[in-house]
């Protein structure tokens, strides 16, 4: 079983920033694609960004120019740095770690492991 621990989330006002942190203790990364979802209440888990083990990045549109997806490798870290926050960002954020085998980067299914959710609330 695999571990993901997240951190960084908590409190914004619109247009500041945040950085969000996912390490995966006793995990070497390096060979993993990372994602990072994200899910408000009442509504579905959806994809905000993805590295790939070879540091490709792929974005959803409405965080595409805000957000920046890095990893570390080193440390067994993902990031998710989230500038220009706005209200609609609001949700639980959860790092997960890709199914090697699967293709669909964008939607849970793909993803093998997941952490347990750090909350970012912007208000306006």
């Known amino acids: 079983q695999v571990q993901l621990e997240e951190s960084g989330g908590g409190l914004a006002q619109a247009g500041d920033s945040l950085r969000l942190s996912c390490a995966a203790p006793?995990?070497?990364?390096?060979?993993?694609?990372l994602g990072w979802f994200r899910q408000a209440p009442g509504k579905e888990r959806e994809f905000v960004a993805l590295?790939?083990?070879?540091?490709?990045?792929y974005y959803s549109d409405f965080v595409k120019d805000r957000f920046t997806i890095s990893r570390d490798n080193a440390k067994n870290t993902v990031y998710l740095q989230m500038n220009s926050l706005k209200p609609e960002d609001t949700a639980v954020y959860f790092c997960?770690?890709?199914?090697?085998?699967?293709?669909?980067?964008?939607?849970?299914?793909?993803?093998?492991?997941w952490g347990q959710g750090t909350q970012v609330t912007v208000s306006s």
């Open positions: 006793g995990r070497v990364f390096s060979n993993d694609d």
């Open positions: 590295v790939t083990s070879s540091a490709n990045t």
């Open positions: 997960a770690v890709k199914n090697r085998f699967s293709s669909d980067y964008h939607v849970p299914k793909g993803y093998a492991y």
